[in-house]
């Protein structure tokens, strides 16, 4: 996520001269007005990308947990004990 923070003051200014554009096709400078819009933007999508990276993980002991749960839901037994599944489990 570094190289996307680092760049986004480029992506900010992009997405001011995008909105300039769309305001006024032949525009030759960004208002302070697209510029603050810009800005405002890119923080949205960097939070949004920090969100969205933040999501992708998955804690490992939760991992661990859904594999153990699998396990027992896959057992004819509906009772398992503690040794059960250190012995035989997953």
């Known amino acids: 996520m570094r190289g996307h923070a ?12 995008v909105l300039a554009m769309a305001r006024d096709i032949h525009a030759s400078e960004v208002a302070a ?13 960097a939070a949004e ?17 859904l594999h153990l749960l699998n396990w027992l839901f896959s057992r004819d037994k509906p009772v398992v004990s503690l040794p059960c599944i250190y012995q035989h489990g997953p």
């Open 6 to 17: 680092n760049k986004l003051p480029e992506h900010a200014a992009r997405i001011a001269a």
């Open 49 to 65: 990308g920090l969100r969205l990276h933040g999501a992708s993980r998955v804690n490992a002991d939760v991992q661990l947990a």
């Open 33 to 45: 007005e697209a510029l603050e819009f810009g800005i405002e933007l890119a923080q949205h999508f």
